[in-house]
């Protein structure tokens, strides 16, 4: 995958010590030359071909010299939204993810060979909650609460970087499912523990896509040339209670307690987190890339699932 004959290709990964990070580090780092991590701690490469770069995540800095003559630059940065919103929390998850994107954007700006492709994540959190019309990348509505504000927010200052000679597109991302980690970790975890029954009503939809899917749509919309917002979430979109029976059973768990919604509120300030990540109803549809011709390797969600399971034990 090489821009010119004779020049090794580069993918710089900013935030990508965090769980997509490491996703995309071992299904696509291998794709490239050479893999540029951007954090904000010393770290170890884990692969042969990784160059660890240090920032702050806020300023332009010597780092910028790490994103000349890049074939793809992917932004992950942000501070994690598991965790209670108070004013720092707000504060802190807000600012992680704009002042991150214009410190990228002052870098590439300041380029003399800027990145060919610029792709930002967001997340499909950012349309209003839905139970029985999918929200699309052109029909759906987007609100102004806290966590569809962030989000309206860190594209805006994406979308308003000024880089002509590179490519940008905006993924929002479901819920990206991975074996232990990430959120179906939390969910399995549940689930043996026999408390994995529906959350409040039950009816709210899930947005989930497997890694593989997450990670070959971002290769598509690098390679395919892809411009612009795109949802990256499965085409099946199961309400909660029909998710979590769906693990249950590859899981074999027997029970599967239910949790109320005012239980899911207390559960969440208990575990120092927002119930809202689990009670909101997320029904996004992946419209553009499904027109543009992308095919799911697991649109369906107990395929996804056993696959998931199943690798996890392979690899144990
Ligand atoms: N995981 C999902 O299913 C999902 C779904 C939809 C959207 N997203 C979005 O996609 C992005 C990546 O998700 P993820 O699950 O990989 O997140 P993650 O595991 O929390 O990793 C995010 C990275 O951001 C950096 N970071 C954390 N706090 C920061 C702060 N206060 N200031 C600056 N940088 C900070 C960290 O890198 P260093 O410590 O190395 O600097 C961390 O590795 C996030 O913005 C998330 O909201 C994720």
Not at 60 to 69: A, D, H, I, S
Not at 204 to 219: A, C, G, I, P
Not at 279 to 296: D, H, I, N, T, Y
Request: include cysteine; hydrophobic fraction near 40%; glycine fraction near 10%.
């Amino acid at each position: 995958m090489k821009r010119t004959e004779n020049k090794p290709s580069k993918l710089v990964i900013a935030g990508g010590s965090g769980f997509l990070g490491k996703v995309l580090r071992r299904e696509v780092g291998r794709f490239f030359d050479e893999v540029v991590i951007l954090t904000r701690n010393v770290r170890k490469p884990e692969h042969p071909n990784e160059h660890i770069v240090t920032w702050d995540a806020r300023t332009v800095g010597p780092w910028t010299r790490c994103l000349e003559g890049a074939d793809l630059l992917i932004n992950l940065t942000g501070r994690s939204v598991n965790c209670r919103y108070t004013q720092e929390n707000r504060r802190e998850i807000l600012d992680s993810r704009v002042r991150s994107t214009l410190a990228l954007g002052a870098g590439v700006i300041a380029a003399e060979d800027p990145p060919e492709c610029w792709i930002n994540a967001s997340s499909a959190t950012i349309y209003e909650g839905s139970r029985d019309e999918p929200q699309t990348e052109d029909r759906g509505r987007i609100g102004n609460d806290f966590s569809m504000g962030v989000c309206q927010k860190w594209e805006a200052a994406f979308n308003d970087i000024p880089v002509p000679g590179t490519r940008k597109v905006i993924l929002r991302n479901g819920l990206v499912l991975d074996s232990e980690e990430g959120a179906l970790g939390e969910l399995r975890s549940l689930v043996r523990k026999g408390l994995g029954g529906a959350a409040g009503d039950g009816t709210q939809r899930m947005s989930w896509v497997h890694r593989s899917d997450f990670t070959e749509m971002l290769l598509t919309a690098w390679k395919d040339r892809w411009e612009g917002i795109f949802n990256c979430t499965a085409p099946e979109h199961p309400t909660n209670a029909a998710f979590m029976k769906t693990l249950r059973r590859i899981e074999g768990a027997q029970i599967g307690i239910d949790a109320p919604a005012w239980l899911v509120k207390l559960g969440a300030q208990l575990m120092g987190t927002e119930a809202e990540l689990v009670l909101k109803s997320r029904f996004v549809m992946p419209k553009k890339a499904l027109e543009r011709g992308f095919q799911f390797k697991y649109p369906n969600l107990e395929q996804a699932l056993q696959h998931l399971v199943s690798d996890e034990k392979v690899v144990a």
